[in-house]
């Protein structure tokens, strides 16, 4: 797993969730302090993948930045002003991951972007995975990644079933029978994000700004009973409003973020 790159787009301009997005990018936001991009590779790094493709484009130098200081944003350091020589006192993590910043356009669709890295970034890897900036999850993504091995079919996703946005009332004409506030849908499964590709799933991509990975590519490989669920019915919550950052936030607060390493 340590070979296998995870691609993260990270590209789009967030305006579902403009408070926040205004001057960095949605991946960028924090939750308890670090970006929701951290907590996702955190995520990764403790299954095993240690390497990672950012796809940027909106606001991308904020992202670039981060990484380019990551140390010194982790750990202590001393500066001789006289000489500008800067020494690292401690450094206050052990992040081992290799982070390639690819830009791949700023009007640039999910799909296009992914194949615009992969063009550049995928080496000689027969597998990669897929994810987006803004959604965490407490998924066993090693032994997804194992499921997806254990099949011959090109794709994977992770299959999550949260709980509606909104209540649900059964009826018996005009008479309530049952009311539930946001009730969770068991066998209604909706794509989490976390999905696990072979090389050949890059022939249904293409470099075109308008390919979006949603539609036309996973369309298709469904259609030609290319693609495997991997049901998840652990916690997965993804952060498109401002009610989910603060959500989220607060989840971290209370120190139950079930996605914490």
């Known amino acids: 797993m340590n070979d296998v790159p995870v691609f993260i787009l990270c590209g789009g301009f967030g305006t579902r969730l403009r408070e926040q997005t205004e001057f960095r990018p949605k991946p960028m936001i924090e939750i308890g302090g670090r970006p929701i991009l951290w907590h996702i590779m955190r ?55 290799k982070v390639t910043l690819a830009d791949t356009g700023l009007e640039t669709m999910t799909g296009a972007r992914v194949a615009r890295a992969a063009s550049r970034y995928l080496g000689d890897a027969e597998h990669f995975a897929v994810t987006y900036g803004d959604g965490v999850t407490d998924a066993d993504l090693a032994a997804e990644f194992r499921f997806h091995l254990g099949h011959e079919r090109l794709g994977t996703v992770l299959g999550v079933n949260p709980p509606s946005r909104f209540g649900e009332i059964k009826l018996d004409g005009d008479a309530v029978l049952q ?37 036309t590519p996973l369309v298709r490989l469904a259609a030609a009973g290319e693609l495997s669920l991997y049901r998840h019915r652990g916690f997965w919550h993804c952060m498109d409003t401002q009610r989910d950052y603060d959500s989220l936030n607060a989840m971290w607060s209370r120190g139950e973020a079930p996605w914490k390493a």
Request: glycine share 6%; net charge negative; aromatic share 18%.
């Open 43 to 97: 995520s990764y790094a403790r299954h095993g993948f240690r390497r990672f493709v950012l796809c940027l484009g909106y606001r991308a130098e904020v992202i670039r930045e981060y990484f380019l200081h990551y140390t010194s944003l982790n750990s202590d350091f001393t500066v001789e002003l006289a000489t500008n020589t800067v020494t690292l006192d401690s450094i206050d993590h052990t992040d081992d991951w």
């Open 179 to 215: 009311f539930e506030e946001k009730p969770e849908f068991a066998e209604k499964w909706i794509n989490g994000g976390y999905q696990f590709f072979r090389r050949g799933f890059l022939d249904y991509l293409n470099e075109d700004p308008a390919c979006v990975l949603e539609k």
